[in-house]
């Protein structure tokens, strides 16, 4: 999830055994999360940072186009952004080649992101409906 959603939730919510149970939160979102006031909690949470998650990184940003909103790195935005759909394409190459994988979806109220991980085959929800089901 990215951390609009995060921030969008109560501590109970981020609490919950649903988000211990089925949620993992990039490293770079954890760091932009860093102002919640549980954000140590989260911390059992962490995607890594892994070579693969990189690889993926480029592959994410070799489809980014003029206008896409998406990353600016002039202003230093979008970095989880682009560290979710990584985390996410990692994760459904490695559930591609299991019987019954995992289905990763990214909760986001982010129209760019939600654009790109369209483009790129990454599920979403919004936030809205990711904390109804919490």
Known sequence: MDNVTLSRMTPNQRASAFMHDRCRIPEEIIYEARGLPDVEMLKSLIYPITTTVLENVRIVLATI??????????????????????????????????????????????????????????????????????
């Open 65 to 134: 186009k003029a206008g896409d909103k998406v990353v600016d790195l002039y202003r230093n935005e979008g970095n989880g952004d682009v560290m979710l759909l990584a985390t996410a394409l990692t994760e459904m190459a490695v559930s591609e080649g299991q019987l019954i994988g995992d289905r990763w979806i990214i909760a986001t109220a982010d129209k760019g992101l939600t654009t790109k991980a369209v483009e790129l085959g990454v599920l979403t929800c919004t936030s809205d409906q990711f904390i109804a089901l919490v």
